[in-house]
C-alpha cells in the first residue's frame, strides 16, 4: 500500500540548516507530488510548498520562500526538504504528504512525522 | 489570501452522537475543501475531498456538505476512534490554507 516514511529526530542550533527525507513506497514515485506541511507543538497545519518529483518543479509559500529547498532521488523514490537559517520557532513536527488530483488536490497520505528541535 | 475559520474550537460529545464541525472561507472556494483527521502524535489523515466525497477507507458515518464560502463535517454516530482533531482545508487557491482545527473529546 501506499506508505511515506521520513527520517528521524533531528536537533539543530538556531542558524543552522536541517534536511528531512521522504521516501515512497507502494506507488509511482514520479506520478505524485510530494507537499511538505509543518506543526508546531499543540498547533495547526501550515502548508510550507509542493515538489513534482517528475520535473523537479517547486512552489513554496511565500512564508518559507528564500528559506526553504525541496529536492529529489528518483532512483531511490526519495523527496527532500531542506530549511536553512533555522530559528527557534522553527520548532515543529514536519510532515511530506502525496498530493493528488481528483476533485481539487487533497493529501491523500501522509509520512509519520520528523521532530526537529531547534535549540542554543 | 484566504482566511479559513471553524467552528467550534472545541466541542465534548459522547459516543452515538451526532457532531457537527463547520468550516467557513474568507472568500468562495467553490467545491475545492478537503478535511482530515489528526489523532494526538499521529499525522493527519484525509477523510473527504471535493467537499463530499468520501476517501477509501473512511466509514460512511463521515460526511461532508457545502459550496462557496460555508462547509460541514458531519459525524453520524460518534465511536470512541473518532476523538481527535479536524481540519478543513481549501485548495482552491496555491496556498492550501488550513483551517485551526476543531477539537472533539469525551
Known amino acids: 500500500q501506499v506508505q511515506l516514511v521520513q527520517s528521524g529526530a533531528e536537533v539543530k542550533k538556531p542558524g543552522a540548516s536541517v534536511k528531512v527525507s521522504c521516501k515512497a513506497f507502494?506507488?509511482?514515485?514520479?506520478?505524485?507530488?510530494i507537499n511538505w506541511v509543518r506543526q508546531a507543538s499543540g498547533q495547526g497545519l501550515e502548508w510550507m510548498g509542493w515538489m513534482n518529483p517528475n520535473s523537479g518543479r517547486t512552489g513554496y509559500s511565500p512564508t518559507f520562500q528564500g528559506r526553504v529547498t525541496m529536492t529529489r532521488n528518483t532512483s531511490i523514490s526519495t523527496a527532500y526538504m531542506e530549511m536553512t537559517r533555522l530559528k527557534s520557532d522553527d520548532a515543529a513536527v514536519y510532515f511530506c504528504?502525496?498530493?493528488?488530483?481528483?476533485?481539487?488536490?487533497?493529501?491523500?497520505?501522509w509520512g509519520q512525522g520528523t521532530l526537529v528541535t531547534v535549540s542554543s | 489570501d484566504i482566511q479559513m475559520s471553524q467552528s467550534p474550537s472545541s466541542l465534548s460529545a459522547s459516543v452515538g452522537d451526532r457532531v457537527i464541525i463547520t468550516c467557513r472561507a474568507s472568500q468562495s472556494v467553490n467545491f475545492y475543501l478537503n478535511w482530515y483527521q489528526q489523532k494526538r502524535g499521529e499525522a493527519p489523515r484525509l477523510l473527504i475531498f471535493g467537499s463530499t466525497d468520501l476517501q477509501d477507507g473512511v466509514p460512511s458515518r463521515f460526511s461532508g456538505s457545502g459550496s462557496g464560502t460555508e462547509f460541514t463535517l458531519t459525524i453520524n454516530g460518534l465511536q470512541r476512534e473518532d476523538f481527535a482533531t479536524y481540519f478543513c482545508?481549501?485548495?482552491?487557491?496555491?496556498?492550501?490554507?488550513f483551517g485551526p482545527g476543531t477539537t472533539v473529546d469525551i
Open positions: 504528504a502525496r498530493g493528488s488530483k481528483r476533485r481539487g488536490y487533497e493529501f491523500d497520505s
Open positions: 482545508q481549501e485548495s482552491f487557491t496555491t496556498l492550501l490554507t
Open positions: 507502494g506507488y509511482s514515485f514520479t506520478n505524485y507530488e
